[in-house]
């Protein structure tokens, strides 16, 4: 054992142990036919980012897993990365280069790439090293990038090859359209928030006045790109004019009325405008009646030629001018105010604007079936298990998938044009020539969307498309560990692409998290500047502390409050610890035996021990669910309570008496309960758990290999566990009646046992630990309450009642004094504040909470009293 310091240093322990870790290569894994493997692949953070909670919570799960099943024999991949995210780094750049004054545009593609590569080489590569400030310990030989060339190939081959299937298509279709970023968006990246508008309420009439129809619209300015009215086939209302015209107000023109299903005829007039180019319904409708579709957005939100005199508005000017004309001719009936979700970008939170648009699709509904048989079928399983109905929610009743975006940072679509015959063809080169004419071809211009490739990471990161050492080993994954904001956007995507592509489940198990709030229950925002910074939490409190606050008391899928006094609990919590191992350290002494010799054991020995197998049996088990706050819960009270706070305590006087064989009997089991109690507690604080282990003779070279604590038949001890532990109550007991009379530690007084005769036995043998733990001079125990003084105080627990000669423990007359003087100040108290809440004056013109802690006082103050009064009544 080397000298160890008075005080625990995280900042020392954590930069030298990781960094010993990674030269040692203690986190690599490999093809071992040997071992079981236990794979997860890390959510790649983008690389615009910097650790925040939300990571800080997800990679500590990860790790926590990691680590226990390392320990458990398996051959353990944590398979690190980076995803590129095209909208939100190409935000960033295009930032970047408006401070210089340049655009995008000027410079070109390949220089514009150039910057982005450059970018993510300077910047890209920071959240990897603040994960690995967490402790994360990840296979960082394996890291890999989405837009690598291993993953860039995976990516081509899957869209080519589901491209000849006939599962992605090119066409126009209603789309999700930012017009702040400037790309398409799908389904799933889009968020809805409440939004107060109204709803405008405009009359179409006939082109000869002798008939009208009334539609309501959140969106007047779609008016433009009006090419029906609709109504129910059914609504007798309407039935004479279905087929006939009516003529759009201000603009003149005149489209038709048609009947068509999707209309709700008890809602509102019953009638609907269609505008296929701007609603995903009313496409569908404008397909079904063989409408036109004009589209009068541009890309950037500005009314286009089509707009008429409108053309060159925003769309919000255009609602405004547009409104105010159809006022003036008379159509406008009437205006309401209206709430309603309004989709926005998840990004930059600009609204979005639904609008027909060329562009490439997935067909998902046939690669949803099996995904969603995959779990319905408990080859997956989602942990917690509600989690799944928002799977099925998704999968259900999802629609084609919109994968190109309007950026160049990202996988660009390998489909090549050829302008002269129009053919259009998909492979993974780009062909000399147009296969079909001879004439030149061109790329096409969009990349695929971000979550195109993340999902399929899972076996693309191991090598995929060839057939690899690695992918057949290591997959089909283990555990994905995720948070429950993305499972339609990430988790739903790798079950379809795992299965299509690899023909097998990525994943067995997805563990679900919350996400972190802040102590008021709200979400992490920059605009409500309540973020708080983990690596902030780690320079003050270490790594370990901050681990551990967020593993304990946060159960699977729910969200959790951020708690700075938790983090100060786990850090009082790893100098608990550290304390206690150091004294057990300087305690073993150098050299000499420290073998378990059973037949040595003493009551307290064979106790703690026992507790050790449960524990050992219990935290394993919860882990196996997935119940990691519990396990961290049951480690943390064993090592505290009934290690550092009982058996410690126990175990000194044999520690520092003269009997060797006692003294080698209680260092064996100190050692033993020490050792795998680090290994316990080493998932969730890896850091001061290798501190302390290294220490301990025997030891291995570092802890994350040693073997994860086993069952041991030899320790279990029921019946001395169950003597202890009703001993234990006594001493509790005694110890609250001599803090409540204030009786010094160094006081001892007689006492007497008194419990039921089965007990009798066990308690004499156990009658030595209250000498030594409660202030006992000598122990009686008995079945009855013969031979007890009058007037004796008693201490009451579970299975035993504890009598106390009360001479023996205070001075009588003085305690009579002192409490004599409480009880005055107690009655002045009440005096005073039934003054106070008597006055009238004072009642009528207090605030309430003035008045309520007044009442307060009160209550404290005669409970006070009667406490009081009746220790009087005690003493005589």
Not at 290 to 299: A, I
Not at 857 to 862: G, S, T
Request: hydrophobic share 40%.
């Amino acid at each position: 054992m080397q000298d160890m310091p008075k005080s625990y240093d995280h900042t020392d322990v954590e930069t030298r142990l990781y960094q010993k870790w990674e030269q040692n290569g203690y986190f690599h894994a490999a093809p071992n036919p040997h071992k079981q493997p236990y794979t997860i692949v890390i959510p790649p953070p983008n690389i615009t980012g910097k650790l925040h909670m939300g990571h800080a919570l997800d990679e500590t799960l990860q790790d926590v897993l990691t680590r226990y099943k390392r320990m458990s024999g398996y051959e353990t991949l944590w398979l690190p990365g980076t995803d590129h995210a095209s909208i939100a780094t190409e935000v960033k750049i295009v930032e970047q280069m408006a401070k210089e004054g340049i655009d995008k545009r000027d410079i070109g593609r390949e220089a514009f790439l150039e910057r982005a590569w450059a970018w993510k080489k300077e910047y890209g590569g920071a959240i990897v090293g603040q994960l690995k400030k967490l402790g994360a310990s990840c296979d960082w030989d394996r890291e890999r990038f989405t837009m690598d060339e291993g993953c860039n190939k995976a990516v081509t081959k899957v869209f080519c090859e589901l491209y000849d299937k006939g599962l992605i298509y090119r066409g126009d279709r209603i789309i999700n359209w930012c017009p702040e970023c400037k790309t398409a968006l799908s389904d799933a990246e889009v968020e809805y928030e409440e939004q107060d508008t109204s709803l405008w309420h405009v009359r179409y009439d006939a082109p000869d006045g002798s008939y009208s129809i009334t539609v309501a619209t959140t969106r007047p300015e779609t008016i433009l790109g009006d090419t029906a009215v609709a109504v129910h086939p059914e609504d007798e209302r309407y039935a004479a004019i279905v087929g006939k015209n009516v003529v759009i107000p201000v603009l003149g023109r005149e489209i038709p009325i048609v009947a068509d299903e999707y209309v709700e005829k008890d809602f509102g007039t019953g009638a609907v405008k269609i505008t296929p180019a701007h609603d995903p319904n009313d496409f569908e409708v404008g397909v079904r009646c063989g409408l036109p579709v004009m589209r009068v957005l541009s890309d950037d939100g500005y009314i286009n030629e089509l707009g008429g005199a409108y053309a060159g508005l925003t769309a919000k000017e255009c609602r405004k001018k547009l409104v105010a004309d159809i006022d003036a001719a008379g159509n406008l009936v009437k205006v309401e105010p209206y709430t309603h979700n309004v989709g926005t970008c998840y990004r930059c939170h600009a609204t979005v604007e639904p609008l027909v648009s060329k562009q490439w699709f997935v067909d998902m509904k046939p690669l949803a079936r099996p995904a969603i048989e995959a779990v319905r079928g408990g080859r997956i399983r989602f942990v917690p298990e509600r989690f799944d109905k928002t799977y099925f929610n998704w999968m259900e009743n999802i629609r084609d998938w919109c994968i190109s975006r309007q950026l160049w940072w990202g996988h660009r679509i390998p489909a090549y044009y050829c302008d002269a015959c129009g053919e259009t063809t998909v492979q993974p080169a780009a062909p000399a020539a147009c296969p079909k004419c001879g004439a030149p071809v061109r790329q096409d211009e969009d990349v695929l969307d971000t979550w195109f490739s993340s999902g399929m990471w899972p076996f693309s990161t191991l090598g995929f498309p060839a057939q690899t050492e690695e992918l057949k080993y290591f997959y089909p994954t283990s555990t994905l560990v995720t948070g429950y904001d993305i499972i339609f956007f990430w988790v739903a995507r790798m079950i379809v692409f795992g299965l299509e592509a690899m023909g097998e489940i990525p994943f067995d198990t997805v563990y679900v998290h919350g996400i972190v709030r802040d102590e008021q229950g709200r979400k992490m925002s920059k605009s409500l500047g309540n973020g708080i910074d983990p690596l902030e939490i780690i320079r003050e409190y270490g790594a370990d502390s901050l681990r551990f606050s967020l593993v304990s008391g946060n159960s699977a899928g729910n969200d959790m409050r951020f708690y700075g006094k938790k983090v100060e609990s786990a850090r009082n919590f790893c100098n608990k610890v550290y304390n206690a191992s150091r004294f057990v350290l300087m305690n073993l002494g150098e050299g000499g035996s420290c073998e378990l010799e059973l037949s040595k054991l003493d009551m307290a020995d064979k106790w703690i021990l026992h507790r050790l197998n449960t524990v050992v049996q219990e935290a394993t088990h919860n882990l196996d669910q997935f119940d990691l706050n519990l396990a961290a819960q049951k480690i943390y009270d064993f090592i505290w309570t009934e290690f550092c706070d009982w058996y410690i305590e126990l175990a000194k006087p044999r520690l520092y008496g003269d009997d060797a064989a006692e003294q080698a009997a209680v260092k064996a089991v100190l050692l033993r309960v020490l050792t795998d109690a680090m290994k316990l507690l080493h998932p969730f604080m890896p850091f001061i758990t290798e501190e302390l282990y290294l220490n301990l003779p025997g030891a291995e070279e570092t802890i994350m290999r040693a073997a994860w604590p086993q069952y041991t038949p030899a320790f279990e001890f029921p019946a001395e566990a169950d003597t202890m532990e009703r001993m234990m109550g006594v001493i509790r007991a005694i110890r609250n009646l001599r803090a409540e009379l204030n009786v010094p530690p160094a006081k001892r007084a007689a006492m007497t046992i008194v419990t039921a005769p089965e007990h009798i036995h066990a308690f004499e043998q156990a009658s030595i630990y209250v000498m030594r733990l409660a202030g006992a001079q000598s122990v009686r125990v008995q079945a009855n309450k013969a031979g007890i003084p009058q007037g004796a105080l008693s201490a009451v627990c579970e299975s035993a009642e504890v009598f106390i000669p009360l001479n023996e423990l205070i001075d009588i007359e003085k305690e009579r004094e002192r409490i004599a003087k409480e009880v005055e100040k107690a009655r002045g108290e009440i005096e005073r504040a039934e003054g106070k809440l008597s006055n009238e004056s004072f009642v009528a013109k207090a605030p309430e909470k003035i008045i309520l802690a007044e009442r307060e006082k009160l209550e404290v103050a005669r409970g006070m009293l009667s406490k009081l009064e009746q220790r009087l009544g005690e003493l005589g």
